[in-house]
């Protein structure tokens, strides 16, 4: 087989996109889904996901099951871990570069699950975009794989899927190697030299959002509802206001404590849309309908997804949003509560499991 040349362009090179689910990280955690792509410049070929059979005895964590949406009917369908290895193996053997350029979002978490898959020669070259956005990015408030497709305008779907995270990080990847071009880093091997390499220090400075400040500062101080955006138009979150002046710049002037998921929204927002109404009330009105609507990733709170009754079982590990006889307990109001009650369970039947100490 004929090897890539070592000056082979980025924007030329064939790489390994993959993406891992897991129960928890490693070592305590198990192998949920793995998922791989090739990909070259914006084309996505070879693509597969499968859902990797956990050891016995061991269920999916219902914070697991609620955030990838994987329940433990579908895995039935389960294969052992060791097969998807060896098909994502022959695509690694396919790739001209050898060992396989690969590409994986937050590879800290990924790499463990595959080293044990592999039990010996690891035939990857693993680059990660997370450590590859920080360096370019510094001033991002968030490199989540979320947070990064939507500051360059794409959205990724509300369940961790493994297929949906492969297209994501392609997307980030094709993202990126614009940017590592315009910083004189062209190649795999002037990207590895790159990342191994000292980081730029940066001293500690106030955060700068990617929305240009004269756009939130151009609002009016009237009450109405308003719209952040992706690049691409989407809407990433929709919210009232007494005035919309100051509600929307309020989310900017904050640089401590800011909450996770605000950070990651104000990662992506680069436009904002709104209208006026004639009082705060007729906002507070109108703000459901346009929700509805739009369907925006970020607002949970008026979704009937987040409205939603639970029903559980006697264990607490399965549930349903309809009672049954399988999960006659309930109704709950959110799977946060159901998570919550787990957790409280689990800890009750630790304080019971003779030899066990309770902490002081």
Known sequence: MMLASPSEPLSQLEVLVVDCQATAAAPRGHLVEIGWARVLGTTITHAHAWLIALPDGEQIPPAVARITGISEHMMQSAIDGRCAWRELTDQA??????PAPTVIHFARFEQPFLRTLAAGVFPLDVVCTRDIARRLLPNLPRCSLRALAGYFGRAVGALRRSGDHVDATAFVWHELVGLLDRHGVSTWGALNDWLAGPATPMRRRRRIWPMPRDVRLSLPTAPGIYRMLRTDGSVLYIGKAGS????????????AGVPERLLEILSQARAISFDVTPSPLEA???????IKRHRPPYNVALTTASRALWFTSPDLSARSPQPSPHCPFGPFVSADTLDQFAALARAGRAALTPGFTRPR
């Open 244 to 255: 919309l002046h100051h509600r929307v710049n309020s989310y900017f002037r904050k640089q």
């Open 284 to 290: 507070a009105l109108l703000e459901p309908d346009d």
């Open 93 to 98: 053997a396919s790739l001209t570069q050898q």
